[in-house]
């Protein structure tokens, strides 16, 4: 079964950062769109921000300035650095791709990840 693996998530302090890590060895990443999802308590799902096939890259304006999605192409994953955290940030964070995506709807994405959980709290 093709799947995405998120890792790096954790509790941090306010202020603090951290980078998470999509990654997955069914696929060339590089070809598809991949997009970072948040999830926060009692919330629904939103794209935070997205990284295109063509790598057009959006940020929800909440993380403008504070979060960098970037490509490693030799691990073949998408990365998160996610800097001056807030408790706002908290939440269960996905990945989706799709293949020769332009744009960054979850409505879009063929493949999920099972999420990682980032926590940030004194």
């Known amino acids: 079964q093709v799947q995405l693996v998120e890792s790096g998530g954790g509790l941090v302090q306010p202020g603090g950062s951290l980078t998470l890590s999509c990654a997955t060895s069914?696929?060339?990443?590089?070809?598809?769109?991949v997009g970072w999802f948040r999830q926060a308590p009692g919330k629904e799902r939103e794209v935070i921000s997205c990284i295109t096939s063509n790598d057009n890259i959006w940020n929800v304006d909440s993380v403008k300035g504070r979060f960098t999605i970037s490509r490693d192409h030799a691990k073949n994953t998408v990365d998160l650095q996610m800097n001056s955290l807030q408790s706002e940030d908290t939440g269960v964070y996905y990945c989706g791709a799709e293949f020769g995506g332009v744009g960054c709807s979850s409505d879009d994405v063929e493949v999920w990840g099972k999420g990682t959980e980032v926590t940030v709290s004194s």
């Open positions: 069914d696929f060339i990443m590089s070809y598809y769109a």
